[in-house]
């Protein structure tokens, strides 16, 4: 299958990220609907279109928006956008805020409507800088228009729309964490169900809270236009797994960017998409952001992007940052910044996390400074072992998957490396990995 | 009991500033700055974040212990709790003062795999200084930095508000040329658009 | 099968037993219903579970209606997770106990295992914790990570960061319980550590806490470093006399000495907090200037004398023309003999304790001094602190209204002049101008009288209540519809009468109080002022009388019983003049002080944990205190040199015990009648409620 351009159909039109170029292209036809629907309606909608949340766990959507209270019962309702993208190797929320901020920002005015929210904050990380001053202007400018604020198209409901910038955590793209910083704390991970109400019930604030990722809003205006229906027609070949999604491909490509296709579509032509490989032949792929365990170019071969079956590779769509990596990439070198990624980046709540990525750190900086002990490769197994499922939030799972997916699928190099002291992958100097 | 192996005197702590001995910086700006933040929110704790920003800005790029105790001041939080809060971010300049720019060189998984180390290894040797430190003449400092989902442009690296990439060391010659000719600190300007896209246009004015 | 009488419960099985238990409980808490135990390190009963450490991962499943048990993918924390209906609960398998091995070796990887010199070891949860549940050795090969040790955080707290396992009771005590944020968790990740601001002084009166409840020896006490190992501790039940609040305590003493008090559970009272007054405050019990044997004045100098002359000393000087000043840790039964001395050995009624800038005669006394009850007071909906510091005067009573802030949406108003502690989360504060008490009550109670539409005439108008204490109408008229919502309480303290006008306005506040049916009460401060109060021990003379009545040359002698008028009166100028003047001076007391420069006679006392004796609490709860070390010298309980005296110069049978002087108060005094030792409860009795001779 080739791309389909749904939400990126108008990202190289410049005018489309002022609100007339944007009404012009069927902007705010959506939000003009959707304030003469139901609020359950909308819902219905979201909930026939098969919309999966596209932060990476995939969620069904509907869920989160049909859980907030149908009544209120004095608290406000609050809409939140997860901006946060932090996952190495994706970067198509960071695009769509910046090329499409009009989409995000009726989807988004278009979920208060169906839940009743009286605020909507989007979180943006710290760095998207002009991200975020494309959302801005483009707020603005909706307010001038009446399209956010008081009685918006004389519908008699009202919706501000706030940007909350990060300041430099990745944890804090894990929804708990996300409401912790917004709510002005460090950005630790808050209590789950069942230890804890649903945000839907109790989130920012102790009220009733939304939060998706970018690109879910962006997808509702096209959804409530056009029809749910419609929406699930599209990656139909697939299980369970429905719409379009964008997948950001990077590493050893030769046109790396954000390519939109429809579920179903395979990893092999994702990857001629982009221009095929650069530099060597394909040796490995991250297909889903860093978190996501690596596949071998067997595998690359087989896998089909879907959620369900991206399984039978045993890996995930994740956030859909796609990385390939070519043959002359020394995969434990690539574990090792994996590793550091995560042990600079765990928010250091809970024991193993705090504790076990520090330690898988510490032993992968012995393995490619040449110093690795025999028994090195199971100890890190043990290690992840102990972190995965033990962990406070997803990010120590998901700092142990990559090591313990790269050490079953790759065990020669590791043996390798442990044994001589130095990679068994002759890099090039362009490739150098380690400083 | 004695004092006999008491260790430490109560004077030998040095104690915090009362809030009466605080010397305020922030600027009538940054003050209603502040004021259409806290209607963004229902608390002022949920301020906190901007309002070190706010502070980052009006310190010249750097939180120090003023900053933070400013910020707490007018957010009425505890120092300790709004220090927790600025050091965990990293974006946040609590350990050292920074440089007029800071060149902050990401060097993970899609760089690290298209050449962020020599990059960084020419930046190093370019400005003679290591990772997290400063030249002497304080325009530059150089950091490492975890992914900054440019991955399409790796090996990438981002000065102020702007990203930069792909780079090679023929665009980092040019680049470094352009920022020593520039007179304002993206540090600070970055940290004033931060803001800025957070308050929108004021409302008191 | 351990069942609980109430509707709202849920069966549950743990470890295959089955059992019922209140909805919502935490897994970690039922499971002790069974006697069993889940490890932990962060959980902490009355903090807010966060599940930061993993220690109490169990396995987690629920019945599934054909019977058989669906597991949760993931081990779940014990601490934060709420029992719910037909869930199974696992404590005991082989995966539990491999994930408490792993977080143990996790958490072991970075600490020092300095254990032979660490204060903590031989009582250190991560001691026990690793012997029973942890690995026996360590993979770890890396280098650990490395801090500064033993940093001083304050006058009473030491910090070893290497020793921390960033388990966030600390953080969270300064954050929930004491409220002063002093503490808080700096940087992330592996880095991440507890600290005060830019590490300054840790600024709290409740410090001492967070060495009790750290559950590693990162945070230990400054002043018990090295000083005893808890093996060779011997431990006694006491009770702090710091202030009147009448905290539990564990004096911990070795070879005889007291080397630390730390917090003893009484749920009624202090929980299981202390202050740091009451914590680091007893340097008394091993001061060098501990006073061991009577002494007498010879021109310039002391010389130690035997009781029986000191007593002979004391017998030929006192008469009706003398009087007693006392101080506030003198046990219940100390002041009642030393009222049945004066009465009936001296023929003199003239003892006070008060050292209050007014000093209300009978008649201008207010008649109930604690409606509310300590632990009450998290409970009510409003709490109006009227011209008090809590945090200093009664630190406890501090800790519960906040308590009642934090977690059960009590809503406080601060009243004062000064800034207290309580300002920061205080829900109306009535910041009014010094001086100016008097008429902010009479405001508000004019403001209660407007909103219930009586009679107003003769109360002054809310704008010149605003210009005297620039407390606005609005606020005034919020508290009075806080206080008519009912369920409210009304705190002051004995330091009103360092007011102007105290007695106005405490009548105006037990107006109001009667008005809208808020509990009043004026606690007393000292350690057992309200038990010199309850037993009504002043009859005579006051405080401020009987100085001048020495100054005067009008009496003869002076009684001074733990006290040192020169630090405790208002006017040092008249206790001065008071003490030169007068010809014959008792001191009696634990410690060399100023005024015993004046004495004639000096007589060393016990302190309270080293005699038998019971002590009488600001909310009348009377509790005993068994001797715990013994004197140092040849001192004496007050009660017995009362006794000895006593029979000295009327002969009789005197009393032999404490024991059984206080089956002699219950006898006499009906507030006291369930108060023998004997019937003595637990968590102390209270004063069994009779309004007599009630006065402040």
């Known amino acids: 299958m080739a791309e389909y351009k749904l939400l990126l159909e108008h990202s190289d039109d410049t005018a489309y990220r002022t609100l007339d170029g944007y009404r012009k292209k069927g902007g705010y036809k959506a939000l003009e609907k959707a304030v003469k629907m139901e609020r359950q309606a909308i819902i219905d909608e979201v909930k026939a279109s098969g919309l999966r949340g596209r932060g990476g766990a995939g969620f069904p959507t509907w869920i989160k928006w049909n859980g907030l209270p149908k009544e209120k019962v004095g608290k406000k309702h609050y809409v939140v956008c997860n901006a946060d993208e932090g996952e190495p190797g994706t970067f198509k929320d960071k695009q769509l805020m910046e090329e499409t901020p009009f989409l995000l920002v009726e989807g988004m005015t278009i979920a208060g409507f169906a839940t009743q929210g009286d605020a909507g904050f989007i979180y943006i990380r710290g760095e998207f800088i002009d991200a975020a001053k494309a959302l801005r202007a483009a707020i603005d400018e909706a307010y001038a228009a009446g399209l956010l604020g008081k009685n918006i198209l004389g519908s008699g409901r009202d919706f501000d729309l706030y940007i909350h910038m990060g300041a430099g955590s990745y944890e804090c793209g894990e929804e708990s964490a996300l409401m912790s910083s917004l709510m002005g704390e460090r950005g630790m991970p808050r209590l789950k169900f069942p230890h804890a109400p649903l945000p839907t019930i109790s989130g920012l604030w102790d009220s009733p809270t939304l939060i998706n990722n970018v690109e879910t809003y962006t997808c509702v205006p096209f959804i409530v236009n056009k029809g749910g229906e419609w929406y699930q027609t599209l990656g139909a070949a697939t299980k369970n797994s429905r719409g379009t999604k964008i997948f950001s491909v990077s590493g050893h490509v030769n046109k790396p960017g954000n390519y939109e296709i429809e579920f179903g579509t395979t990893l092999n032509e994702l990857l001629e998409m982009s221009g095929g490989m650069k530099g060597g032949k394909l040796k490995a792929c991250v297909p889903g952001g860093s978190s996501v365990p690596i596949i071998d170019a067997e595998m690359c071969g087989r896998a089909v992007l879907g959620y369900e079956e991206m399984s039978d590779v045993k890996s995930m769509v994740g956030s859909g940052g796609c990385m390939f990596l070519n043959e002359h990439t020394c995969i434990v070198s690539f574990i090792w910044r994996t590793a550091m990624f995560y042990a600079q980046e765990s928010c250091g709540k809970c024991t193993p996390c705090r504790e076990g990525t520090k330690w898988m750190l510490q032993i992968m900086e012995r393995i490619v400074a040449g110093n690795g002990q025999p028994g090195d490769k199971e100890l890190l197994l043990e290690v992840c072992s102990q972190i995965d499922g033990r962990s406070f939030c997803g990010l120590g799972d998901a700092a142990a998957w990559p090591v313990a997916a790269a050490i079953r699928v790759f065990p020669e190099e590791f043996d390798y490396f442990i044994a001589n002291g130095k990679s068994m992958v002759k890099s090039s100097k362009?490739?150098?990995l380690v400083p | 009991m004695s004092d006999f192996l008491q260790l430490g005197s109560p004077n030998e702590r040095p104690r915090a500033p009362r809030l009466d001995e605080l010397d305020l910086k922030f600027s009538d700006q940054a003050l209603a700055e502040l004021d259409e933040l806290y209607s963004h929110y229902p608390d002022k704790k949920s301020c906190i974040?901007?309002?070190?920003?706010?502070?980052?800005r009006e310190y010249g790029g750097y939180l120090n212990g003023e900053a933070i105790a400013e910020v707490a001041y007018h957010l009425k939080r505890s120092y300790a709790e709004v220090e927790g809060v600025a050091t965990f971010y990293s974006m946040y300049n609590t350990v050292h003062a920074v440089g007029k720019h800071m060149i902050e060189v990401c060097t993970c998984l899609s760089c690290q795999v298209c050449g962020a180390y020599p990059v960084a290894e020419y930046l190093k040797k370019k400005l003679g200084v290591g990772f997290g430190e400063t030249t002497e003449d304080g325009v530059f400092t150089l950091h490492e930095v975890e992914c900054l989902n440019a991955c399409d442009r790796a090996p990438v690296l981002q000065v102020g508000s702007s990203y930069h990439g792909?780079?090679?060391?023929?665009?980092?010659?040019?680049l470094l040329?352009?920022?020593?000719?520039?007179?304002?600190?993206?540090?600070?300007?970055m940290a004033n658009d931060i803001v800025k896209v957070q308050t929108g246009p004021l409302k008191s004015k | 099968m351990a069942t609980v009488a109430a509707t709202d419960t849920v069966n549950i099985v743990i470890n295959d037993v089955d059992l019922q238990v209140p909805k919502g409980e935490l897994v970690v808490e039922a499971v002790k219903r069974l006697g069993h135990e889940i490890p932990i390190?962060?959980?902490?009963?009355?903090?807010?579970?966060?599940?930061?450490?993993?220690?109490?991962?169990?396995?987690?499943?629920?019945?599934?209606?054909?019977g058989s048990v669906r597991k949760m993918p993931k081990p779940q924390a014990g601490c934060t997770l709420p029992v719910s209906e037909g869930m199974v609960i696992y404590t005991d398998t082989e995966m539990v106990h491999r994930d408490r091995k792993g977080v143990l070796e996790f958490l072991l990887i970075n600490h020092p295992l300095d254990c032979p010199v660490c204060d903590r070891g031989g009582e250190c949860p991560l001691q026990n914790n690793t012997i029973f549940y942890g690995p026996s050795t360590s993979r770890y090969i890396d280098i650990k990570r490395h801090a500064p040790k033993a940093f001083p955080l304050s006058e009473y707290v030491t910090l070893d960061l290497e020793r921390c396992i960033q388990c966030g009771r600390c953080v969270r005590f300064t954050e929930e319980i004491s409220g002063d944020a002093q503490l808080a968790f700096r940087f992330r990740g592996a880095a991440m550590q507890p600290s005060t601001f830019k590490l300054t002084d840790f600024d709290s009166k409740f410090s001492g806490n967070v060495i009790e409840i750290c559950p590693v020896g990162a945070l230990t006490s400054s002043k018990y470093r090295f000083r005893a190992r808890p093996w060779d501790l011997e431990t006694s039940e006491g009770l702090c006399l710091e202030c009147g609040n009448g905290c539990?305590?564990?004096?911990?003493?070795?070879?005889?000495?007291?080397?630390?008090?730390?917090?003893?559970?009484?749920?009624?009272?202090?929980?299981?907090?202390?202050?740091?007054?009451?914590?680091?405050?007893?340097?008394?019990?091993?001061?060098?200037k501990r006073l061991t044997q009577p002494l007498r004045r010879e021109g310039d100098r002391f010389v130690p004398v035997s009781w029986g002359e000191a007593y002979a000393e004391i017998a030929a000087h006192l008469g009706a023309k003398s009087a007693a000043l006392v101080g506030s840790t003198v046990s219940n039964e100390g002041l009642f003999c030393l009222q049945k001395l004066f009465k009936d050995g001296f023929g003199s009624e003239n003892i006070d304790h008060r050292w209050t800038r007014t000093l209300p005669a009978a008649g201008e006394r207010v008649a109930k001094r604690h409606e509310s009850s300590i632990a009450s007071l998290e409970h009510k909906k409003t709490v109006l602190v009227f011209g008090a510091d809590l945090a200093n005067?009664?630190?406890?009573v501090h800790l519960r209204v906040r308590k009642g802030w934090f977690l059960n949406e009590t809503r406080v108003v601060v009243a004062h002049s000064q800034t207290t502690d309580a300002d920061s989360f205080a829900n109306l504060l009535l910041s009014c101008k010094p001086g100016s008490l008097d008429d902010l009550a009479m405001g508000l109670e004019r403001a209660v009288a407007e909103a219930q539409k009586t009679d107003v005439q003769g109360f002054a108008s809310f704008k010149d209540t605003e210009k005297t204490t620039s407390v606005k109408e609005s606020a005034l008229r919020e508290v009075a519809a806080m206080l008519l919502e009912g369920n409210a309480s009304i705190v002051c303290t004995a330091s009103i009468y360092n007011e102007n006008k105290p007695v106005e306005t405490l009548a105006a506040l037990a107006k109001i109080a009667a008005a809208t049916g808020a509990e009043f009460n004026v606690y007393a401060e000292g350690g057992n002022d309200e038990g010199a109060m309850a037993l009504g021990v002043m009859t005579g003379r006051n405080t401020h009388e009987i100085l001048q009545d020495c100054a005067m040359g009008d009496l003869n002698a002076l009684w001074l019983v733990g006290a040192d008028p020169l630090t405790l009166h208002p006017s040092r100028r008249l206790a001065e003049d008071a003490l030169e003047a007068v010809p014959f001076l008792v001191y009696q007391g634990l410690l060399e002080c100023e005024a015993m420069g004046y004495a004639s006679i000096v007589l060393p006392m016990e302190a309270p944990g080293e005699h038998d004796g019971t002590y009488t609490n600001i909310e009348g709860r009377v509790q005993r205190m068994q001797q715990a070390v013994k004197n140092p010298g040849d001192g004496k309980p007050a009660w017995r040199v009362f006794s000895e005296l006593l029979v000295r110069i009327k002969p009789g049978r005197p009393s032999f015990s404490a024991k059984e002087i206080m089956d002699e108060i219950a006898a006499t005094h009906p507030a006291f009648a369930e108060a023998t030792y004997d019937k003595l409860e637990k968590e102390g009795t209270p004063l069994k409620p009779v309004i007599e001779n009630f006065y402040m």
């Open chain 1, 430 to 432: 362009d490739l150098m």
């Open chain 2, 49 to 56: 974040l901007p309002g070190l920003w706010i502070a980052q």
């Open chain 2, 166 to 174: 792909p780079v090679d060391e023929k665009s980092i010659d040019a």
């Open chain 2, 177 to 189: 040329e352009n920022l020593r000719a520039q007179e304002e600190s993206t540090v600070i300007q």
């Open chain 3, 41 to 66: 390190f962060c959980y902490h009963p009355r903090m807010k579970p966060v599940g930061m450490c993993r220690m109490c991962l169990v396995e987690v499943g629920f019945k599934q209606p054909d």
């Open chain 3, 248 to 288: 539990n305590v564990w004096l911990d003493h070795r070879a005889a000495k007291l080397v630390r008090v730390n917090g003893r559970t009484n749920e009624a009272i202090n929980e299981e907090w202390t202050c740091d007054k009451g914590k680091f405050g007893h340097d008394y019990y091993n001061s060098s």
């Open chain 3, 393 to 396: 005067s009664q630190p406890i």
